[in-house]
T-cell receptor
């Protein structure tokens, strides 16, 4: 089966750094995604990791360790607009039906306070 | 830019009604997906399609059916709506099966209330 765990809620201060962790156990692995979702809106793509290491994209970075089944999303210089849910999703590999499915974690709700 | 649109942002239906939710993408993507999202349960896959007229069940297909007659359009059908189908419904699409193009892009969502 597929299992993805991430903290339910986190709070951080404007201007600070926050790290959101994600652990996964999946039967296969073909990449890990992070999405941002503001309340009442659709998820938007943030990052993709398929190899071990750190991917940096402006204020956001994402790290992957395949051997540990672990990823984190690092947000620097937090802004109020970063208050949102952050979803970790794993591509468990070629499904045989010709499509890559994603299994999503339940999301981490981040609140940025002044 | 990828654009995924959904026919309605908000929908209110009565128990027993047949409900159609439509999704259209303009990026010539092969794969399309329907999810529902509920508090505390996260995103759950209902059905997906990897080609025209092809469909596969996701994790929670009961009570739903889908139709993909054209590549750009994927419809979700609730044959007889029930109150436990009140939810946010999200459509997504993704491209060819290359390393970095299975990113799923989401539509704005339809908040369905069944009374």
């Amino acid at each position: 089966g597929q299992n993805i765990d991430q903290p339910t809620e986190m709070t951080a201060t404007e201007g600070a750094i926050v790290q959101i962790n994600c652990t996964y156990q999946t039967s296969g692995f073909n990449g890990l995604f992070w999405y941002q979702q503001h309340a009442g809106e659709a998820p938007t793509f943030l990052s993709y990791n398929v190899l071990d290491g750190l991917e940096e994209k402006g204020r956001f970075s994402s790290f992957l360790s395949r051997s540990k089944g672990y990823s984190y999303l690092l947000l620097k210089e937090l802004q109020m607009k970063d208050s949102a849910s952050y979803l970790c999703a794993v591509n468990g590999g070629y499904s045989g039906a010709g499509s890559y499915q994603l299994t999503f974690g339940k999301g981490t709700k981040l609140s940025v306070i002044p | 830019d990828v654009k995924v649109t959904q026919s309605s942002r908000y929908l209110v239906k009565r128990t027993g009604e047949k409900v159609f939710l439509e999704c259209v993408q303009d990026m010539d993507h092969e794969n399309m997906f329907w999810y529902r999202q509920d508090p505390g349960l996260g995103l759950r896959l209902i059905y997906f399609s990897y080609d025209v007229k092809m469909k596969e069940k996701g994790d929670i297909p009961e009570g739903y059916s889908v139709s993909r007659e054209k590549k750009e359009r994927f419809s979700l059908i609730l044959e007889s709506a029930s109150t436990n189908q009140t939810s946010m419904y999200l459509c997504a699409s993704s491209g060819q099966k290359r390393l970095d193009t299975d990113t799923q892009y989401f539509g704005p969502g339809t908040r369905l209330t069944v009374l």
